[in-house]
């Protein structure tokens, strides 16, 4: 009785505990899509386009643990359909995740150009009034931004590249566990033809034994009859 509630307690326990990860998954990736569509939106300054990639990093990276997290509660299941379904979700999320990633690049590229567009057009515009020593400013601003660009590209990019050992690292995963398959597979055909082999042995001993027992009894009958026909003609 206690080991029953125990386990009841334990799957309570794992029940909650998935649900208040996918939870935390749902509301990063809320929080990520509306900074991105913030991102869309930037105007600048550059400051600004930073920070708001800070904050979509910070969820991202909360995103990603939710979703491992997930993942080895799955794999601690005792029911397969359980652990099929938890897998499938934290697939989708996955995907979710790497959909956020692509949509966070497009929205940076989209607004940088912008920027250093905007700052291009100004920089254009105060060289024709402007003295030398502010033209000197502006092109710092312009190469501090443009840094700053950069900065951000090599983020994304680092964040692509991760996603990408992931997606390798998830593709071992599977060619490892349909390796597995297919040696259970062979080690079922061999255990198949093994028992085969063994019913149709059995078979063959069982006619053998029907055989021997007929020839035992003839050999009796034989037996007798000759005792009889010897001792008919003594006495006859």
Known sequence: ????????????????TIRLIQQDIVKSDLHVKALVQDIRECLGPVEILNNLNMQVSENMKSMKQAIEELEILAREQDKESDKHDLLKNAEKYQKQY?????????????????????TKE?????????????????????????????????????MMVTQVKQSEESLQTLIGSSGVV????????????IIHQS????????????????????????????????VQKRLF
């Open 1 to 16: 009785m206690f080991h029953s509630e125990k386990n009841l307690s334990n799957r309570k326990y794992n029940e909650s």
């Open 98 to 118: 790497a959909s956020n990633q692509f949509a966070l690049r497009k929205a940076n590229l989209a607004t940088q150009a912008l920027l250093d567009k905007q």
């Open 182 to 193: 297919t040696e259970t597979r062979e080690e079922l055909k061999t255990m198949g033809s």
């Open 122 to 158: 100004e920089l254009f515009e105060r060289s024709t009034t402007a003295p030398r020593k502010r033209m000197r400013a502006d092109k710092e601003s312009l190469s501090k931004q443009s840094s700053a660009i950069t900065d951000n590209l090599t983020v994304i990019k680092n």
């Open 199 to 230: 019913k149709t042995l059995l078979q063959k001993y069982g006619r053998r034994e029907v055989t021997d027992k007929v020839l035992i009894v003839l050999a009796a009958l034989f037996f007798l009859a000759c005792v009889f026909y010897i």
